[in-house]
C-alpha cells in the first residue's frame, strides 16, 4: 500500500489540511512553549477565530490554527507563525494571551500584521545561520497529524527501503553516508547495524534512546515532540536493515508530551500500514512500544536502559557480549539515539552522497545543540559538523547578554568539558572535540560568562554524576564522592595545593576503571576545568578567594567600592545592622557585627560584595 | 567446545572456550584480586579489582578479567605497575568507604576485603574518610545486615535472585547512598537460606547463631552431610571447644555446590542443645529416671531374652531410623533379625509407602532411575510430579534453577496444590490437577505421546516386551484427552504441550514427590510414570530419567539397608529361599521364618493386635510422625516394654521403659544415602555429648550383652561388611567416600546387563477421597521448609523464626466460614482435633486444608487415618 492509496478517510484529511487557501495559525506546542503559556494562547486563538466568525466572514479563507512542535528559540516562546494564503510565514514572539485578539482583528482579518510583536532580527539571525535538516519538521507541522507529515515527505523513504532495497543495501547507504551515533559516543551507524544484523535469533530488537538526561539538553526531546514519525521512521528502516522483530522507544516519563506525541504517532503509522503486520504490504512486520524510564541518568547507558525495559534496575553491565550480539533478553539488540534515527529517512531520501557532503570528513551531517547559558538567544539549534564555537556563540546565540564577557562553554553535559576563550574558533566535530578535553556527548552547549566560577562549575556538574552514579562500581560510587569533597574543601578555602594532583590522578584513575560512560567521563568536567582554568584552582587554594566571588564560604565581606552605586540595598537588608553608609558615601561592612550570613551579597545587583 | 591456549604471567595454559581470564588464572593458581565475581553466579564485574594487561595481535589494553572471556593466543599479565596502580586506587576508594571495624566484626580472618587490601599491600590512603552511618539491620533472628560495611558487590542480590529464586534483597538508592535492602524497607521475609552469608566477601552479612562466639581463626572447619532432607548436601560444621558454632558450606565440596537451605545452615543449635538425653534412663515407679549404660543394657537385654523366652523373637517389633546411618541401621535390622530372631522390623517411610521399595527396584531394572541427584542440573526439561521441591528439597529447587538459568531448561509443574517454585524461566507449565486425579493425569500424557507418535513406535514395539497391550489398553479406556481435561481441570493445551516437552529430544528428569509417594493410590501413580518412562526411552534415546523424593537424610538408606520386613538389605526378597540361604550363610545365623509381607500389617498392626509384645525404637519418633495418630498410640499402649534410643526426650521417648541416649550426626562417622541413591560419607566433628554413643556401638554393646560377638569397633568395619554382602552396595570403599559418595544405581548399571522394557499395565483410577457432610475438608499434608522433627525443634534459632505451625487454607473456603489469617482454628477429624493459626492461601484448592508434618509440636498426624482424612474447620473465639 502506498501513500496514494491510503484509506479515503485520511486522504480528505490530508486534502483539507494542505489547503493553500487558508490562512494557519501555528502555536509553538512543544514543552517550552506550554511552559511559557502556548496552550492558553492557543485556546484564545481558537476561541477568537469562533467568536469571530471567520470562516464564514472570510470567504473561502479558512482559518486554522495547529499545534506544532518546538522550533528552537525557546527564550522568545510563545511562538506563533501566522501564515495568510500565498504569503510567507510571519512569527510573532513572546505572544501572551492578551495578545491574541490583536493578531487576529489586525493580521487576520485586516490583513495587516501586528509589527510591534513580530519576532526581531536577530530571531531570524538565529535561524537563518543554522542548517535546519533534522529539525525540519519541528515547528512547522502539527506532529499529532500523520498527513501533515507524509505531505512533506514522511514514509517515503520507508516505502523505497521496502520496495526497493535489500536490508544489506540501507545499511551500506547508511554506511556511504557517514552517519555516526548522535548519542554521545560517536559510533558508526552502520557498522552497528551490520554487526547487528549478522546474528541471527528467534527475537531481535531495535531500540530508541530517547532517555535524555543531561542538564541542558533537550534535543531528544524536542525531536520526539515536534516531529515524532521521522523518528519512528527511522527506526521501522533501522529494524528493516538489522531483522528486529520487535521495537521499543525508551523514554523518560519526565517528557509526558512525548510520550503521548509518540505514542498517537505509533497509533497513526499503525492505522495507516507504515507499522505492524507486513508494513507497506511487505514480508517486514515490527510493533514498536513506547518504554516510560523512571529518570535515572545513568538509563541511558545503553545496557542499563535493556535492563530498565526488562524491569530490572537500570545498571550499566560490562562487556561483551556487546548489545548487538545479546543484548535485550539476551537477543541481538540494536540500539541508536532519538536523532541518528530522525537522520536516517534524510539519507534514504536524499542518498548518501548528498549528505556525505556536509559536515567534515570524519563527521558527517548535521548536529542539533542545546544552546543554553549566558547567551543571548537560548534555544535549540541544528548546525552542520564542522561549524566552530564562535559561530554558535556569537553568531547564532547572538553572544553574551548583558555586556559581560565571554569565559567558556561546556560541552557534552556533565560527562564533556570545558572550552575557553582561544578555543572559540574550534571546528565542532566528534575527533576535535575529543581532543580539547570535551565530548559531543548528547548536544548540550552551556555558555558561561565572566561572572561563573569555574571550580564551582565543576564541583556542579561532578555533584551530578556523584548523585545520578548507579553505584555498581565503587570508582564511580565512592571516587567521585570523594572528588567532590576535595572540591567542596576547595571552594570553602580549605583546599591544599596537593589536592590538585590527587584531583588528577583520581581522574585519570576513574576514568579508567570505571565501569560504563557515565563514571569514565564524569571527571571530565575537572579535566577540562584544571587544563584552562588551573589560575582559578589556584585562587581559592592559595589566596584563598574566589576570583568571581560566587564561592560563599570564602566572601570576606568586604565592599568594592569601584563596584558600589550606593544604592543602600544591602544597608536595608542586613538583619544585624553591620554595614553603614548612605546614597552619597560606599557601604561599609563592620566586621564586628557582620554574621557572615550572605543577604548582601545575595541582594546586591551589581556584584560589589566579595 | 575447543581448548585455547593463552599466557598469564608467561606460563602457558590451555583453558576451555568460554573460561574468563579470571577463573583460568585462579584454575592454575594465579591470584588476581576479585570481590564480585562468583563462579556459580552471572558475571557482574561491579568490584573493578580484577584488571589485567591483555596482549592481543600486539596490541596491549586493560581489561577486567571477569569480563573478558580467554581467546587463542593472548598473552595476560596480572600485575604491571599500571595495574597495580589502577587496583590500589580502587582498594582505597573501598577502604574510604568502608568503616574498617574489624575489631567488632566477626568476619575479621576471612574477610574478602582484608584479604585483598592484605595482598595488595596498601598503606594508607590519600583520603579521608566517606562512611555511611546506617543502624545495623536486626529484624529476624537468623541473618543481620550492615550497611555500612558493604561494598555492593551484588553476590548477595544474585544468589537471592538465581540461586534461591527469592529475590528478597536488592539495591536501594542511587549514588553514594546505593545500598542493598528489602522491597520499602520491610522486615527481610525470605527462605533464610543463608546464601547471603555463604557469598558476602565482608562482614556485611552476619550469621546470627554465631555472634560473637567464636573469632574465624578458632574454629575447626570439618566437612559433612546434612542431617535434614534427603538432599544429602555437604555442610561444614565449624567447631570450637567441642561445640558446634556454626554451619558453613564449601562450593567445591559435595553435590550442591556451596548451596543450604535454613534448616541445614542455621538448624545446628540442637547439638549442644540443654534439653540432649546425655544419660540412659530407666522406668521405675513410673518415672524415667537417669541408670548407667550398664545398668540399662542390662535391663534391655534381661527383658528382650524375657519375651523371646517366652514369645518368640518375633514378638519383638524394630523400628529403624531415616535419620541414623546406614551403619546403625544395618546393625539395627541384623541385631533385630540375628539376635532377637524377628523379621518385623520397619521403618516409617516404607510404612508411608509400602510399594515405594519394589516400584524404585523395577525402575531400576528398566534403567529409567537417575544415577545421581545432581543431574538434574543437566536437565533440558524437568518435570516435577507432585514434588514440592521448595519446601521438601530446596536445593534441588537451586539444582532445577541452575538448569534453567544455564541450559534455558523447560520446566512442568505438575500438583493438586499450587507449589511455589521460583526461577528465571520467562514461562513455565504449571499443571494443577484436581486432587486424586494424578493417575489420569499421566496416563492421558501417554495416550498423547501414542496418539500423536510423538515418539518412534516401531522402535517402542520391537524394545519392549508388551507395547501391544499397553496400546489395547489405551484403546479401552474411554479416557481421551478432553475428558481427562475435564476430570484433572487442566487445560488440553497444557496437557498437550506436557506431552510435547517430555517426548521432545534432549534429557529429561521426572521428580516423583511424596504428594504421589504417599496417595493411597501411588503405586498406579508412579507404574504410570514408569511407562511413561519407558515409552519415552523406548521410543528415542534414554533420555527420561525418574527421581523418587524421599523425606529425610537417610530414609533411602534405612531401606537400603533392609530395615523393612519384606527385605533383606539390598532388596533381597526374604522370601527367595536362595537369598535367605546366602545371608544366613554370611551372617551365620538362621533366620526367622515368619515374616509379615502384607502391607497392611506393619510392626504397629501387630502390636495393636497383641502380637507384638516389646518394641525397640531407634531414632524414630512416630507418637508424631506415625500418618495415623490413633493406632500408633494403641500400639504403644499395647506393647509391655518400649525401648527408644534417641538424642532426645520425644513424644516417643517418654513413653519408653528404656530411654537410651545416642549421638548427633557430627559426634559419629558413617554414611548416609541421599534420594539420588548416593552413599556419602559423614566425618566427625566433635566428640559425643555427655554420655551419649552413636547408634551402632549401642547395638552392639547390646548384643554382646545377650551373648552375641558383635566384634566391630567402627562404622568402617559395618560397611566393609555392607560391601561385602549388600549386592547394591557392592564395591563401596570407605576411603574413596572421602573424596566422592558411591552411586549405588550407576554401579548397579554398570553391573547388568540390560533388558527388556516391560510396561505395568494398570487402569486409570482416581484416588477414592471420601466425601463427609460433617467433615468437608479433606486434610492434605506435607514437607516444610523450616523444619523438621526433633532436630529443628529443639534448634532456638530455627522455632524463634518459625514458632508457628499454620493451617493453610483456600481464600474462597476461608472467607465462607470467615477466618482471617492469623485468626486461631480448630482442626477436627473424627480422631482427635488441634488448634492452629489460619494463612489464607491460592496454594491449597477449594475444599482442603495444609498442614506440615515438620511441625513436630504440632502433631498433625494424630488427626489422620489411612488415605485422606476428612476434617472440619472453625475458627476459636
Same mark, same amino acid.
Given at each position: ?610 | ?40 553466579? @552471572? ?174 581463626? %578458632? ?51 540442637? =547439638? ?24 540399662? !543394657? ?82 533440558? @526439561? !524437568? ?200 545371608? %544366613? ?96 560419607? !559423614?566425618?566427625?566433628? =566433635? ?42 552396595? %557392592? ?147
Amino acid at each position: 500500500m502506498s501513500n496514494e492509496t491510503r484509506s479515503k478517510k485520511t486522504k480528505t484529511k490530508a486534502e483539507s489540511s494542505g489547503d493553500g487557501n487558508k490562512s494557519v495559525i501555528s502555536v509553538c506546542l512543544g514543552t517550552g512553549g506550554i511552559a511559557a503559556g502556548g496552550d492558553k494562547v492557543f485556546a484564545r486563538f481558537e476561541k477568537e477565530i469562533k467568536s469571530k466568525k471567520l470562516e464564514t466572514a472570510l470567504g473561502k479563507r479558512v482559518c486554522k490554527t495547529a499545534k506544532t512542535g518546538c522550533r528552537g528559540l525557546c527564550a522568545r516562546d510563545v511562538l506563533v507563525d501566522v501564515t495568510m494564503p500565498g504569503k510567507k510565514a510571519l512569527t510573532y514572539e513572546r505572544v501572551t494571551v492578551d495578545m491574541v485578539s490583536q493578531i487576529v482583528e489586525d493580521h487576520l482579518v485586516n490583513n495587516t500584521p501586528v509589527k510591534k510583536w513580530l519576532a526581531k532580527d536577530d530571531y531570524h539571525k538565529f535561524h537563518d545561520n543554522q542548517q535546519r535538516l533534522v529539525l525540519g519538521n519541528c515547528g512547522a507541522i502539527d506532529p499529532e497529524n500523520i498527513d501533515e507529515y507524509t505531505i512533506k515527505g514522511g514514509y517515503k523513504a520507508l516505502e523505497k527501503v521496502l520496495t526497493k532495497m535489500t536490508p544489506k543495501e540501507v545499511i551500506d547507504e547508511v554506511s556511504k553516508a557517514g552517519l555516526r551515533g548522535r548519542g554521545g559516543g560517536g559510533f558508526e551507524t552502520g557498522w552497528k547495524w551490520e554487526s547487528c544484523a549478522k546474528y541471527d535469533a528467534d527475537e531481535k530488537f531495535i531500540i530508541c534512546n530517547g532517555d535524555e538526561g543531561d542538564p541542558g539538553a533537550f534535543m531528544d526531546r524536542s525531536i520526539m515532540e515536534g516531529d515524532p514519525h521521522a523518528v519512528l521512521e527511522g527506526m521501522i528502516i533501522g529494524g528493516y536493515a538489522i531483522g528486529a522483530t520487535k521495537g521499543y522507544i525508551y523514554v523518560r516519563a519526565e517528557y509526558p508530551l512525548a510520550v503521548e506525541r509518540l505514542q498517537i504517532a505509533i497509533r497513526q503509522a499503525k492505522e495507516n500500514g507504515f507499522l505492524g503486520e507486513n508494513i507497506l504490504n511487505s514480508n517486514y512486520s515490527l510493533d514498536i512500544t513506547v518504554k516510560e524510564g523512571a529518570g535515572a541518568f545513568v538509563c541511558g547507558e545503553s545496557t542499563a536502559l535493556q535492563y530498565s525495559i526488562e524491569g530490572k534496575r537500570g545498571m550499566p553491565r560490562t562487556r561483551p557480549p556487546q548489545s548487538v550480539e545479546a543484548g535485550l533478553w539476551d537477543k541481538p539488540t540494536c540500539l541508536n539515539n532519538v536523532e541518528t534515527f530522525a537522520n536516517v529517512p534524510i539519507i534514504i531520501n536524499r542518498g548518501a552522497k548528498w549528505y556525505s557532503k556536509i559536515g567534515t570528513e570524519k563527521s558527517k551531517g548535521t548536529k542539533i545543540f542545546a544552546l543554553t547559558g549566558n547567551v543571548r538567544n537560548t534555544g535549540l539549534i541544528e548546525v552542520p559538523m564542522g561549524i566552530t564555537i564562535r559561530e554558535i556563540v556569537f553568531d547564532i546565540g547572538g553572544g553574551i547578554p548583558k555586556k559581560k564577557k565571554f569565559k567558556a562553554v561546556q560541552i557534552g553535559g556533565p560527562s564533556g568539558g570545558c572550552l575557553p576563550e582561544s578555543l572559540l574558533d574550534k571546528p565542532i566535530d566528534f575527533e576535535s572535540l575529543l581532543e580539547a578535553g570535551a565530548m559531543m556527548g548528547s548536544g548540550s552547549l552551556v555558555v558561561v560568562d565572566e561572572t561563573t566560577c569555574m571550580v564551582d562549575m565543576a564541583r556542579f556538574f561532578l555533584d551530578f554524576c556523584a548523585s545520578e552514579s548507579c553505584g555498581k562500581c565503587p570508582p564511580c560510587r565512592v571516587g567521585t564522592t570523594l572528588m567532590l569533597d576535595i572540591l567542596i574543601r576547595i571552594t570553602q578555602g580549605k583546599g591544599k595545593e596537593e589536592d590538585l594532583d590527587v584531583l588528577e590522578q583520581m581522574s585519570d584513575e576513574i576514568n579508567t576503571m570505571s565501569l560504563c560512560g557515565l563514571g569514565q567521563s564524569a571527571p571530565n568536567p575537572i579535566i577540562s576545568t584544571l587544563r584552562y582554568f588551573r589560575d582559578e584552582y589556584l585562587a581559592h587554594i592559595r589566596d584563598k578567594e574566589c576570583p568571581t566571588a560566587t564561592c560563599v564560604a570564602l566572601h570576606k565581606y568586604t565592599v568594592i567600592p569601584d563596584k558600589c552605586t550606593k544604592c543602600t540595598l544591602c544597608i536595608r537588608n542586613c538583619p544585624v545592622n553591620a554595614i553603614s553608609g548612605s546614597k552619597d558615601e560606599v557601604a561599609f561592612i563592620d566586621k564586628e557585627k557582620c554574621t557572615e550570613c550572605n543577604l548582601c551579597y545575595e541582594k546586591c545587583n551589581f556584584m560589589a560584595i566579595k | 567446545m575447543s581448548d585455547i591456549n593463552l599466557k598469564i604471567d608467561g606460563k602457558n595454559l590451555t583453558v576451555p572456550e568460554g573460561t574468563n581470564i579470571f577463573m583460568a588464572a585462579k584454575n592454575n593458581g594465579i591470584y588476581i584480586p576479585g570481590l564480585c565475581y562468583h563462579p556459580k553466579l @552471572t558475571q557482574y564485574g561491579g568490584c573493578r579489582l580484577c584488571m589485567v594487561e591483555v596482549t592481543e595481535r600486539g596490541k596491549s589494553r586493560h581489561r577486567f578479567s571477569c569480563a573478558q572471556p580467554v581467546s587463542e593466543g593472548i598473552e595476560v599479565k596480572t600485575r604491571t605497575p599500571e595495574v597495580e596502580k589502577y587496583t590500589k586506587s580502587v582498594m582505597e576508594y573501598l577502604l574510604a568507604h568502608h568503616p574498617l571495624d574489624c575489631p567488632t566484626c566477626d568476619k575479621s580472618g576471612e574477610c574478602g576485603l582484608q584479604d585483598v587490601t592484605h595482598d595488595l599491600k596498601l598503606s594508607a590512603g590519600r583520603f579521608k574518610t566517606a562512611r555511611l552511618d546506617e543502624p545495623m539491620k536486626r529484624d529476624n533472628p537468623l541473618l543481620e545486615y550492615n550497611t555500612n560495611r558493604c561494598i555492593l558487590c551484588g553476590r548477595c542480590v544474585k544468589v537471592c535472585k538465581e540461586i534461591e529464586g527469592v529475590g528478597a534483597i536488592d539495591y536501594q538508592n542511587r549514588g553514594f547512598k546505593t545500598v542493598i535492602g528489602t522491597a520499602f524497607n520491610k522486615p527481610l521475609d525470605c527462605s533464610f537460606c543463608g546464601g547471603c552469608v555463604s557469598v558476602c566477601p565482608t562482614g556485611s552479612w552476619q550469621d546470627r547463631t554465631l555472634k560473637f562466639r567464636a573469632r574465624p581463626w %578458632e574454629l575447626k572447619k570439618t566437612p559433612t552431610i546434612c542431617t535434614y532432607c534427603a538432599v544429602g548436601c555437604t555442610v561444614v560444621i565449624n567447631s570450637k571447644k567441642n561445640q558446634v558454632m556454626r554451619i558453613t558450606s564449601d562450593d567445591d565440596l559435595g553435590i550442591n555446590e556451596g548451596n543450604l537451605c535454613v534448616k541445614g545452615k542455621f538448624g545446628h543449635e540442637f =547439638i549442644n542443645s540443654s534439653r540432649r538425653v546425655i544419660t540412659p534412663l530407666i522406668r521405675k515407679i513410673g518415672i524415667l529416671c537417669p541408670a548407667s549404660w550398664e545398668e540399662a !543394657l542390662d535391663h534391655v537385654s534381661k527383658k528382650f531374652s524375657e519375651i523371646i523366652d517366652e514369645h518368640g523373637g518375633k514378638a519383638i517389633g524394630g523400628l529403624g531410623s531415616e535419620k541414623c546411618t546406614n551403619e546403625d541401621n544395618y546393625l539395627f535390622q541384623k541385631f533385630c533379625r540375628t539376635v532377637l530372631g524377628t523379621n518385623n522390623i520397619d521403618n516409617i517411610s516404607n510404612i508411608k509407602s509400602p510399594s515405594l521399595n519394589r516400584l524404585i527396584q523395577d525402575s531400576i531394572k528398566n534403567r529409567i532411575v537417575a544415577t545421581s541427584l545432581e543431574e538434574v542440573e543437566k536437565a533440558d @526439561t !524437568l518435570f516435577f510430579v507432585g514434588a514440592d521441591v521448595t519446601e521438601a528439597h530446596p536445593v534441588v529447587g537451586s539444582m532445577a534453577r541452575k538448569a534453567i538459568r544455564l541450559n534455558k531448561t523447560k520446566l512442568i509443574v505438575a500438583n493438586a496444590r499450587n507449589i511455589e517454585f521460583n526461577s528465571v524461566a520467562r514461562k513455565d507449565i504449571r499443571l494443577n490437577y484436581n486432587l486424586g486425579t494424578q493417575t489420569i493425569l499421566i496416563n492421558t500424557l501417554i495416550k498423547i505421546i501414542v496418539d500423536e507418535k510423538l515418539v518412534d513406535l516401531g522402535k517402542v514395539e520391537s524394545s519392549t516386551e508388551n507395547f501391544k497391550e499397553l496400546r489395547s489398553l489405551l484403546k479401552a479406556s474411554d479416557m481421551g484427552i478432553r475428558k481427562a481435561s475435564k476430570l484433572t481441570n487442566v487445560s488440553e493445551d497444557a496437557i498437550k504441550s506436557t506431552s510435547g516437552l517430555l517426548a521432545k529430544s534432549g534429557k529429561c528428569y521426572i521428580i516423583c514427590g511424596k504428594d504421589i509417594e504417599e496417595d493411597p493410590l501411588a503405586e498406579d501413580t508412579i507404574k504410570a510414570l514408569l511407562n511413561l518412562c519407558v515409552l519415552i526411552n523406548a521410543g528415542g534415546s534414554d533420555k527420561v530419567s525418574l527421581v523418587f523424593s524421599r523425606v529425610n537424610n537417610n530414609s533411602q538408606g534405612v531401606n537400603d539397608m533392609g530395615v523393612v520386613p519384606d527385605f533383606l538389605p539390598g532388596y533381597l526378597d526374604i522370601n527367595d529361599q536362595s537369598n535367605r540361604k546366602t545371608v %544366613e550363610g554370611s551372617w551365620g545365623v538362621k533366620l526367622s521364618d515368619d515374616v509379615s509381607v502384607k502391607d497392611t500389617e506393619n510392626v504397629f498392626d501387630l502390636a495393636s493386635s497383641g502380637k507384638i509384645k516389646a518394641l525397640y525404637v531407634m531414632g524414630e519418633n512416630p507418637i508424631v510422625s506415625y500418618p495415623n495418630g490413633k493406632k500408633v498410640k494403641d500400639a504403644f499402649k499395647k506393647v509391655g516394654f518400649v525401648v527408644v534410643q534417641d538424642n532426645f526426650l520425644t513424644e516417643t521417648a517418654q513413653l519408653a521403659d528404656v530411654v537410651l541416649p545416642t549421638s548427633t550426626y557430627v559426634e559419629k562417622e558413617g554414611t548416609f544415602t541421599n534420594m539420588g541413591m548416593t552413599v556419602q560419607r !559423614l566425618n566427625k566433628v =566433635i566428640e559425643q555429648v555427655g554420655n551419649s554413643k552413636p547408634d551402632w556401638q549401642i547395638v552392639c554393646d547390646l548384643a554382646k550383652k545377650m551373648g552375641h560377638s558383635y566384634s566391630y569397633t567402627s562404622p568402617k568395619q559395618i560397611m566393609e561388611e555392607v560391601g561385602n554382602s549388600v549386592p547394591i552396595y %557392592e564395591g563401596i570403599k570407605n576411603s574413596d567416600l572421602a573424596k566422592e559418595g558411591f552411586r549405588w544405581v550407576s554401579s548397579v548399571y554398570n553391573k547388568s546387563e540390560p533388558v527388556k522394557y516391560r510396561f505395568e499395565i494398570t487402569e486409570s483410577k482416581l484416588t477414592d477421597i471420601k466425601k463427609s457432610r460433617e467433615y468437608p475438608f479433606v486434610l492434605l499434608t506435607g514437607s516444610s521448609l523450616r523444619h523438621q522433627g526433633t532436630y529443628s525443634r529443639n534448634s532456638s534459632s530455627l522455632v524463634s523464626l518459625a514458632s508457628e505451625c499454620f493451617v493453610e487454607i483456600n481464600r474462597n473456603n476461608a472467607q465462607k466460614v470467615n477466618i482471617a489469617d492469623g485468626d486461631m482454628v480448630k482442626i477436627e477429624s473424627a480422631h482427635d482435633k488441634i488448634q492452629l493459626k489460619a494463612k489464607t492461601t491460592n496454594r491449597v484448592p477449594e475444599g482442603a486444608v495444609y498442614v506440615s508434618e515438620d511441625y513436630e509440636w504440632a502433631p498433625i498426624n494424630n488427626l489422620r487415618v489411612n488415605g485422606y482424612t476428612n476434617v472440619k474447620i472453625s475458627k476459636v473465639k
